[in-house]
């Protein structure tokens, strides 16, 4: 069964850094943009919000405000796996982590990575803590 699993999520202190992944299993990602999107730990699902994404060559990015400058979102296709680097961690970054191929709830970044339709995948999350 197509899916998508996010890896790599832990507790750092401020300040720190942690990379986090997405792997496709069951499907290629190799055509597809992915995006990550996170979730504050109790926060409505209508609260998460995107905050990058990559296009299906790697050639384009987005990132969010609140992430730009901090995180770097990078992909090996050959491991048909997704990366999100982030540096400079604050506590505010704390939040479930999700990877996607599906950008309907957020056009701008379907618009900037090249979203398709048709192979909407979410993961279940990777957790991320910031604190000291």
């Known amino acids: 069964q197509a899916h998508l699993v996010e890896s790599g999520g832990g507790l750092v202190e401020p300040g720190g850094s942690l990379t986090i992944s997405c792997s496709a299993s069951g499907f290629s990602l190799n055509h597809l943009a992915v995006g990550w999107w996170r979730q504050a730990q109790g926060a409505p699902r209508i609260e998460r919000e995107g905050i990058s994404c990559i296009s299906s060559s790697g050639d384009a990015t987005y990132y969010a405000g609140a992430v730009k400058g901090r995180f770097t979102i990078t992909r090996d296709n050959a491991k048909n796996t997704v990366y999100l680097h982030m540096n400079d961690l604050k506590p505010e970054d704390a939040a479930v982590y999700y990877c996607?191929?599906?950008?309907?709830?957020?056009?701008?970044?379907?618009?900037?990575?090249?979203?398709?339709?048709?192979?909407?995948?979410w993961g279940q999350g990777t957790s991320v803590t910031v604190s000291s």
């Open positions: 996607a191929t599906d950008f309907m709830t957020h056009q701008p970044m379907g618009e900037k990575c090249g979203y398709q339709p048709g192979n909407d995948y």
